[in-house]
T-cell receptor, first 113, second 113 residues
C-alpha cells in the first residue's frame, strides 16, 4: 500500500451511468490531485485541492465533478461519460507547501462502454 | 504553452547495459522530479532536484539537474530486469498553484535478460 487508497480498482460503466471514484490518503498531506492517464499521452492534471479547497480545474468537462469533503478524502463523480474517457484515473497527494513529490494511489481503470 | 519533453520515447537494452533518459523543459524550473511507473502500476516518486547543476545518486541511478535548470537526466548503470518501466520527469506548472506539476510523456525502458 502506498498510503493513498483508491477504489474501485476497475470500473466498467455505460455512458448513461453515474458512478464515483474514491480516494483516501493516510499520510497527513494537505494537497490532493486527480490525474488522467491515457495511452500515449502524458499524465493530465484534472483537479487540485489544497487544504480541501479547489485551486485548479484544468479545463475538465463538467461530466467530471470532484468533491473534497476533508483533506484526507477526494471523490470524482462521473456522469454521462464518453468512450474516450476510458483511462486510468490516478489520485495523488503531497505536502504541497514543502514541494515534496506526489504519492500516487494505484488508480482506477475506467472503461466506458 | 509550457512543455516538458523527454527523449527517447522508448529504449530497449540488454541487461547490464547502461541507460539514460533526458528531460527538457521549455521554461526554467524551480525543481524537477522523477517518477517510475512499472507496467500495470502507478507512478512512484524517485527524487527531487532543486539546485542548479545538482547531481544525486540512488544506488545505480544518477540524476542530474542542468545548470540552466531547464533540463535533467536520469542515468542507470548496468540495468537489471527490475528497472523495467516508464520513467517520467515533472516540473512545476508555470502559473499553477503550489504542487501543480506538468509531466513529460515518459521514457519506456525494456530490459532483455
Amino acid at each position: 500500500e502506498t498510503g493513498v487508497t483508491q477504489t474501485p480498482r476497475h470500473l466498467v460503466m455505460g455512458m448513461t451511468n453515474k458512478k464515483s471514484l474514491k480516494c483516501e490518503q493516510h499520510l497527513g498531506h494537505n494537497a490532493m490531485y486527480w490525474y488522467k492517464q491515457s495511452a500515449k499521452k502524458p499524465l493530465e492534471l484534472m483537479f487540485v485541492y489544497n487544504f480541501k479547497e479547489q485551486t485548479e480545474n484544468n479545463s475538465v468537462p463538467s461530466r467530471f465533478s470532484p468533491e473534497c469533503p476533508n483533506s484526507s478524502h477526494l471523490f470524482l463523480h462521473l456522469h454521462t461519460l464518453q468512450p474516450e474517457d476510458s483511462a486510468l484515473y490516478l489520485c495523488a497527494s503531497s505536502q504541497a507547501l514543502q514541494g515534496y513529490g506526489y504519492t500516487f494511489g494505484s488508480g482506477t481503470r475506467l472503461t466506458v462502454v | 504553452g509550457q512543455q516538458v519533453m523527454q527523449i527517447p520515447q522508448y529504449q530497449h537494452v540488454q541487461e547490464g547495459e547502461d541507460f539514460t533518459t533526458y528531460c527538457n523543459s521549455s521554461t526554467t524550473l524551480s525543481n524537477i522530479q522523477w517518477y517510475k511507473q512499472r507496467p500495470g502500476g502507478h507512478p512512484v516518486f524517485l527524487i527531487q532536484l532543486v539546485k542548479s547543476g545538482e547531481v544525486k545518486k540512488q544506488k545505480r541511478l544518477t540524476f542530474q539537474f542542468g545548470e540552466a535548470k531547464k533540463n535533467s537526466s536520469l542515468h542507470i548503470t548496468a540495468t537489471q530486469t527490475t528497472d523495467v518501466g516508464t520513467y517520467f520527469c515533472a516540473g512545476p506548472r508555470y502559473g499553477g498553484s503550489q504542487g501543480n506539476l506538468i509531466f513529460g510523456k515518459g521514457t519506456k525502458l525494456s530490459v532483455k535478460p
